[in-house]
């Protein structure tokens, strides 16, 4: 494979780069009908990857850096768009294509992330299909956390969410790390892990 061509820097790769800083400032559509304490986008993108690399990991796929693209690309339309929820797809029509090419538009990145975002549109190849599983398994830790806080407002969720568990994932793994997460504690990170009462000054001699 013959070495990238090295390319200027120009205005427009740091305007992409402060665009991408906004995605921290863009809620996710669960805010609209449960709290305004949900996460956001960017928050969303980083644990997307994180999933994502586990379920490639599982499923044996060994090209992780696509994975890692596609995770990082797969909502950034939305800096655009914004997240319509599931009611207000019912009234407005999201143009993403259009919100990707302009986000990219004459960036260094624009050719390489324009394919992606082709390859994650069609859901054909096994690292745009692990990347949409992640995508929908957020969702569920994201009800998991709240639950734990004590807001019980994602149990309405709890039969459309295993709907698109039959549905909609692609994966084996997926499929399992569904069940699991709903067998789970958000906690057992450090309930579980080394802390002062297992393995610190309160461990008992």
Same mark, same amino acid.
């Given at each position: 494979?013959?070495? %990238?061509? *090295?390319?200027? !820097?120009?205005?427009?790769?740091?305007?992409?780069?402060? &665009?991408?800083?906004?995605? $921290? =400032?863009?809620?996710?559509?669960?805010?609209? =009908?449960?709290?305004?304490?949900?996460?956001?986008? /960017?928050?969303?993108?980083? $644990?997307?990857?994180?999933?994502?690399?586990?379920?490639?990991?599982?499923?044996?796929?060994?090209?992780?850096?696509?994975i890692?693209?596609?995770?990082?690309?797969?909502?950034? /339309?939305?800096?655009?768009?914004?997240?319509?929820?599931?009611? +207000?797809?019912?009234y407005?029509?999201?143009?993403?294509?259009?919100?990707? *090419?302009?986000? @990219? *538009?004459?960036?260094?990145?624009?050719? &390489?992330?324009?394919?992606?975002?082709? &390859?994650?549109?069609?859901?054909?190849? !096994?690292?745009?299909?692990?990347?949409?599983d992640?995508?929908?398994?957020?969702?569920? =830790?994201?009800?998991?956390?709240?639950?734990?806080?004590?807001?019980? +407002?994602?149990?309405?969720?709890?039969?459309?969410?295993?709907?698109?568990?039959?549905?909609r =994932? @692609?994966?084996?793994?997926?499929?399992? %790390?569904?069940?699991?997460?709903?067998?789970?504690?958000?906690?057992?990170?450090h309930? *579980?892990?080394?802390?002062?009462?297992?393995?610190?000054?309160?461990?008992?001699?």
């Amino acid at each position: 494979m013959a070495p %990238m061509q *090295k390319q200027k !820097l120009t205005g427009r790769d740091l305007e992409f780069l402060y &665009e991408i800083g906004t995605l $921290r =400032f863009i809620p996710r559509s669960w805010s609209r =009908f449960l709290n305004p304490d949900y996460q956001n986008l /960017a928050e969303h993108h980083f $644990r997307v990857v994180w999933i994502a690399l586990i379920i490639a990991a599982r499923e044996g796929v060994e090209n992780t850096e696509k994975i890692v693209k596609l995770a990082l690309m797969h909502d950034v /339309a939305e800096s655009r768009t914004g997240d319509a929820d599931y009611l +207000s797809r019912q009234y407005v029509e999201r143009n993403e294509d259009l919100g990707m *090419k302009d986000i @990219f *538009k004459d960036t260094a990145l624009e050719q &390489e992330f324009l394919e992606l975002w082709k &390859e994650y549109s069609a859901k054909k190849s !096994l690292e745009a299909k692990i990347v949409k599983d992640a995508d929908n398994l957020d969702v569920d =830790f994201e009800i998991k956390e709240q639950e734990a806080k004590g807001d019980k +407002s994602g149990v309405g969720w709890k039969k459309q969410r295993n709907e698109v568990m039959k549905k909609r =994932f @692609f994966t084996p793994t997926a499929k399992e %790390m569904w069940y699991a997460i709903q067998k789970s504690d958000p906690h057992d990170w450090h309930y *579980k892990g080394r802390n002062r009462f297992n393995g610190g000054d309160w461990k008992q001699k």
